[in-house]
């Protein structure tokens, strides 16, 4: 081995808060290894052996060539052992094929972390064709001090992404003690790394969303694994209304949804709206105010509410009818609610709803379409009833707002590499917007909706989404047209995002739909329909 | 000081015969004073209010005085019907305070929008959020809006 700087105990000069990797315990280093220039917890020592066993299996019998092993292998910290074998491994083990765009993960946090890191002294780099280590001169290890501290937290954060896909591929494969123990391993390293913002902060919910699903593993489709995923409807809409207020998707669905009715209403003097989720109704104090200022005056507005039965007694959709309500009085708008209660969308049929003949018909779908996927193999699909009778009523429009996200494939690994990509992409747009007090709940709303895609399975699932693509020829074959939304929505939308004034949400038309995503990944997408001629279906 | 001393005497002898001072004080007619005031931007009008009682109750009061200040970068005059939809929903002020200001300075920031002019469209915006706001009041019982924090930071309405 060349001379290279004898790392201290207790950290070196130049990495003033690195006591320890874990911050207050002392670690107790492994001595003999601590001599030849390696970092190890004397904790730890059995799993680094467990891993280097797994190196060595896999290198015997890896049919691959290994040899560039030796030549262009970079270390980055050899101090770190465990983590060092870990990354060989995963290259090593090319069973998990990774989208390339998910190593670049969005917007990874420069958070100083000299206090997290075990050494920065030594930075080795693995010679042309030489086993050994060299030394770099004390220049150079300054230099390449400052570029490692952000390298490290990327480094642990690909790690964690490569442990959580290596999970999924251990549990799809049925392989449950294996997905536990890295489940584990996973734990211990988000200690190691910043949970409040990044791919930490994800990384977390996907651990705990994994390990409910493996440790819960004989209840999955019953009540208790997905017993997090739906609380009570009041809680449900409370963490709704604060993911409202902490980021634009909803807003935006309902300024787009709104902009379409109200384009589609024009002339009319009798329109109903049915909205498929009501919750707080907070989409349609905005469509009373444009009605009521409309050139020729406001028409009759029916608005009947759909929304889940409330447990306690309270009439939830009749409180908040009587608010709208209100508010359409106060502005001279004719206004009626009905509220129909149904747990589920599919309970729903159209005699409740009571249309009449004379009345233009809008109807609204924010995010719920995709809970009528559940593949009873039993039964024609309750997506296909539902499309159905609501094509009987002959809406003028119907508003169709979804996830943009393909989360209903029919491998778990799938979905689950699909997820990790989007809702990392969804938590950075939210670290963005930091209204504290919402942010945290939206977040827990983001969680149980991740909760349900990964533990979740048969009628228990009940977020599977699908892109707009999938979406077109699943309404277009049902009897829809698409409406195009037109340049009025996009200049609102484009409008309210500029009111955000956060840089990094944009809006796209996409053939007369409108996505609003993250830095060029659209996250929900905004369509409106009509029911096609009678000679066009084919 | 003598001067001084002389104008002290003339308000003393006359205190209370304002048609004889060769002064006019704006404060005696209230109307030529609101149409002044009506033609103030945000900040100034903010300042007058600190002036003097008088002053004080007109800006929170007359709520007309707000109209002028909500409209006046509109490049047409809002229709007939707006206004009473504006007063249902909590008045110009209000709708000045939590909607116009941080919309037209958030629009005035942005690249996008090189002059201060209203259009249709950020009129129709700010109109709809405030109504979301009004709504919100009312369902959380006059708490406030939680919907516009994305605008501003909390102030006193």
């Known amino acids: ?538 | 000081m003598v001067h001084h001393h002389e104008s002290s005497e003339e308000a003393e002898k006359d205190p209370q015969e304002p048609s004889k001072r060769p002064k006019f004080s704006i404060n005696d007619d209230v109307d030529i004073l609101r149409e002044i005031l009506k033609r103030l931007d945000g900040p100034s009008l903010g300042v007058a209010s600190c002036v003097c009682r008088l002053w004080c109750s007109l800006t929170r009061n007359d709520d007309s005085l707000w109209e002028h200040l909500c409209f006046r970068h509109v490049s047409s005059p809002p229709p007939p019907s707006v206004r009473p939809v504006v007063v249902a929903l909590g008045g110009y002020k209000r709708l000045y305070m939590v909607c116009v200001r941080p919309v037209l300075s958030r629009l005035g920031d942005s690249d996008r929008v090189r002059k201060r002019v209203w259009t249709r469209h950020a009129v129709q915006l700010s109109l709809s959020l405030f109504c979301i706001d009004s709504y919100e009041r009312r369902l959380s019982g006059d708490a406030s809006a939680s919907s516009l924090m994305f605008l501003c930071n909390p102030i006193n309405v």
């Open chain 1, 1 to 538: 081995m060349g001379s290279y700087e004898q790392p201290s105990a207790g950290g070196g000069a130049s990495s003033n808060g690195s006591s320890s990797s874990s911050g207050t315990r002392p670690a107790e280093m492994d001595g003999l290894l601590a001599g030849a220039g390696y970092k190890v917890k004397a904790a730890e020592l059995h799993q680094v052996a467990r891993r280097i066993e797994r190196l060595e299996n896999v290198m015997v019998n890896s049919a691959a060539d290994i040899s560039h092993l030796a030549s262009d292998t970079v270390h980055y910290d050899p101090a770190d052992i465990g983590s060092w074998v870990d990354t060989l491994l995963t290259e090593l083990n090319q069973t998990v094929s990774l989208p390339c765009d998910l190593l670049e993960l969005p917007d990874l946090p420069t958070c100083p972390l000299l206090d997290e890191t075990t050494t920065l002294d030594n930075r080795w780099v693995v010679g042309q064709n030489d086993q050994s280590h060299h030394s770099l001169t004390p220049q150079q290890q300054q230099f390449q001090q400052l570029t490692v501290v952000t390298s490290m937290e990327e480094n642990s954060g690909i790690r964690l992404v490569h442990m959580l896909m290596t999970c999924a591929d251990s549990l799809q494969r049925g392989e449950l003690a294996l997905a536990g123990s890295l489940i584990e391993d996973m734990q211990g390293l988000l200690a190691h790394v910043n949970t409040s913002c990044g791919i930490g902060k994800v990384a977390g919910y996907f651990i705990d969303a994994l390990s409910r699903r493996i440790f819960a593993a004989g209840t999955i489709g019953t009540g208790s694994s997905s017993s997090y995923c739906t609380g009570s409807p009041s809680e449900d809409e409370v963490l709704y209304h604060h993911y409202y207020e902490a980021c634009p998707y909803l807003k935006f669905a309902h300024f787009t949804a709104n902009q379409a009715i109200l384009e589609a209403f024009n002339g009319h003097d009798c329109v109903h709206v049915i909205d498929f989720n009501l919750m707080h109704g907070l989409q349609w104090p905005a469509l009373i105010q444009a009605l009521a200022l409309r050139p020729g005056g406001p028409p009759l507005l029916r608005l009947t509410g759909i929304g889940p039965p409330s447990p306690d007694g309270r009439d939830t959709l009749r409180e908040i009818g009587l608010k709208l309500a209100e508010l359409a009085r106060s502005v001279n708008v004719r206004f009626a609610f009905r509220g129909v209660a149904a747990s589920r969308l599919e309970d729903v049929k159209p005699w409740m709803l009571q249309v009449s003949p004379k009345e233009a018909v809008a109807v609204n779908s924010i995010m719920q379409l995709h809970r009528l996927l559940g593949s009873d193999p039993t039964r024609e699909p309750a997506i296909q009833s539902v499309l159905t009778w609501i094509r009987s009523l002959n809406p003028k429009i119907m508003t169709v707002v979804e996830q943009e996200a393909n989360h209903n494939q029919p491998r778990f690994l799938d979905r689950f590499t699909e997820a990790l990509y989007y809702y990392s992409t969804m938590f950075d747009s939210l670290e963005a917007c930091s209204l504290q007090p919402d942010k945290a709940l939206a977040e827990i709303y983001i969680q149980k909706e991740i909760c349900n895609v990964v533990c979740c399975e048969g009628s228990a699932r009940l977020e599977r989404h699908e892109p707009l693509a999938k979406w077109r020829d699943r309404l277009t074959e049902a009897g829809f047209r698409a409406l195009h939304l037109g340049s009025n929505a996009f200049k609102q939308a484009s409008m309210l995002l500029t009111l955000f004034s956060v840089e990094g949400y944009c809006v796209e038309e996409n053939e007369g739909c409108l996505t609003l995503g993250w830095h060029s990944r659209p996250l929900i997408a905004a369509s409106a329909w009509q029911a096609a001629p009678e000679y066009e279906v084919a």
